[in-house]
């Protein structure tokens, strides 16, 4: 345990480090956020628009901003002043910074409860060997992750207190105590509703393993339905929701704090492209008409200039293939969860089904969901570590989803300075994963090209980074094609991207059906 608490102190001391680096505009987000907060009646928070960047984030997290601004005022009032737009002193920074770190102590609560209540570590593993003890690899692994690193201490926000909040909910589920898992989901939802993506595998499995009990061959009871269960299930949820929102339908405000929530006038993909399904279809509409005008069939007249890849916030029709609504996401996104949440609940297999399921629920609704962030990758990769010392397979995925993943995350970070930290930070984790992993699953490198674990083939996609990245910070600067085509690398890192993230999917989702995949360790 002492090797864990070390681990979180070297994880908080670089944090630390951090603190000058550059801000993206989810600093201002977060600082608007403090004075609406601060300054006006909750009836008004969802209403306030003095900053184009308005709250948008459900009640519970608009009451964390209201108890954060309690203490902000003792650093520098003035960040309270709502029109005090862009403010950004140092104590303002320093406070804001401080936030983000200390709140991630629930975090490292949350990876302390895992690892010593949901892993089991044989005897021959108990040293205290970060690239061997499973528990241990997987602290360094969850506590010290990059993505969490470059979204939440450098680019800015709060998804080490947010995955807190699920590993938590996990933790109880693994133990057993379904209703307290529903309780920490619902806290969740009303912290931040990209959780909805993964709304469903909870919906399935308590309602499969806590409303109904199953034969000793794993089959379901249908006579065992419980209603006093689901009743307490739902009483637990609908009261945090209650709690969340009961205030606001007091006032007449809920349509206008769901309208927040909900905004349909943004475009299907976001200004860089998350590296899903709808990445690899805007490039083939792309390419489809660039060859269209090259080949007089389409009049270069007709075609939007820089439609699609301009960089910006907005809505944009295709080409060529036919443009794509907010409906036909959905239902792709259900279609995608469909086959899961079915094995779900024909099978279960337990918490480490339930963890499977939610990977692949988030899986779906990065790959088809509509304008999806690509810092989303995030709610994939980090359940994923869970499941990665156990089956051979699920470490491979891993590998290269964590790998492709983390390094889409690339283009949120462009300043000199922290060019150079993400590049090596990205080095650094990616070589601690193989290294750790090569060791638990008993498999080393066969060649210089040959990761552990990987295929040839898979070791070549992804040292491929390497020429990708050069192009993206040097080449291309050099031939000149800034100005020109200032998309251009953005476009080719969602399209690597997306290739690498599509495969670990499809791949990830045949794994589940596939029981005659040999274990490995068992956590």
């Known amino acids: 345990m002492a090797t864990f608490w070390a681990i979180a102190g070297v994880a908080t001391a670089f944090k630390l480090l951090l603190i000058p680096s550059y801000r993206s505009t989810d600093f201002e987000v977060h600082r608007n956020w403090l004075a609406v907060t601060h300054s006006l009646h909750y009836s008004q928070w969802y209403q306030e628009k003095t900053s184009e960047w308005t709250l948008d984030y459900p009640p519970l997290f608009a009451w964390f901003e209201y108890f954060l601004s ?34 991630d102590l629930v975090y490292i609560l949350a990876v302390k409860e895992f690892v010593t209540k949901c892993m089991r570590v044989k005897k021959k593993e108990e040293q205290e060997d970060i690239f061997v003890n499973p528990s241990l690899v997987a602290a360094v692994l969850l506590i010290a992750n990059f993505g969490l690193f470059l979204v939440d201490h450098i680019h800015f926000q709060y998804n080490g207190l947010l995955s807190g909040l699920l590993l938590l909910s996990i933790v109880c589920m693994y133990e057993g105590r379904n209703l307290e898992a529903g309780f920490w989901f619902a806290v969740l939802l009303n912290f931040k509703h990209i959780y909805l993506y993964i709304a469903p595998a909870y919906f399935v499995y308590l309602l499969r393993c806590h409303c109904f009990s199953s034969t000793p061959d794993g089959k379901i009871k249908w006579r065992s339905f419980s209603f006093t269960r689901l009743f307490s299930l739902g009483f637990v949820v609908a009261f945090v929701f209650l709690v969340s929102f009961g205030p606001f339908i007091r006032t007449g405000q809920l349509e206008r704090v769901l309208s927040r929530l909900f905004p349909f006038k943004r475009g299907l993909c976001h200004a860089y492209w998350a ?18 005008v090259k080949l007089k069939l ?3 007249d007709a075609v939007p200039q820089a439609a699609m890849t301009g960089g910006m916030v907005q809505q944009y029709q295709h080409t060529v293939l036919p443009s794509v609504p907010p409906l036909i996401t959905l239902i792709a996104t259900l279609l995608a969860m469909l086959p899961a949440l079915g094995q779900m609940w024909v099978n279960p297999k337990g918490p480490v089904g339930f963890v499977r399921g939610l990977v692949l629920c988030a899986f779906a609704s990065f790959m088809f969901g509509w304008h999806v962030h690509e810092k989303a990758v995030l709610l994939i990769i980090l359940p994923m570590i869970l499941l990665v010392f156990g089956k051979q397979r699920d470490a491979q995925i891993f590998l290269i989803l964590s790998t492709i993943g983390h390094y889409s995350l690339f283009p949120l970070i462009f300043t000199p300075f922290e060019n150079f930290t993400k590049v090596l930070l990205l080095a650094m984790s990616t070589i601690y994963t193989f290294l750790s992993l090569g060791n638990i699953h008993g498999s080393q490198s066969r060649s210089y090209l040959q990761l552990p674990l990987l295929s040839m083939l898979e070791s070549v996609y992804l040292l491929g980074i390497i020429p990708l990245e050069t192009y993206n910070s040097f080449v291309h600067h050099y031939l000149g094609l800034t100005e020109r085509l200032p998309f251009l690398p953005l476009l080719l890192t969602s399209v690597y991207c997306a290739v690498g993230v599509s495969y670990c999917w499809l791949r990830f989702y045949l794994l589940m059906f596939d029981s005659r995949v040999k274990k490995v360790k068992t956590n």
């Open 275 to 292: 590296p899903n399904f709808w990445a690899l279809y805007n490039a083939v509409d792309k390419a489809a008409t660039i060859v269209g």
């Open 70 to 103: 309690q203490v902000a005022r003792y650093f520098d009032p003035d960040m309270l002043v709502i029109t005090n737009l862009n403010y950004a002193s140092d104590a303002t920074i320093l406070f804001q910074r401080l936030s983000v770190i200390v709140t």
């Open 298 to 300: 389409l009049s270069p």
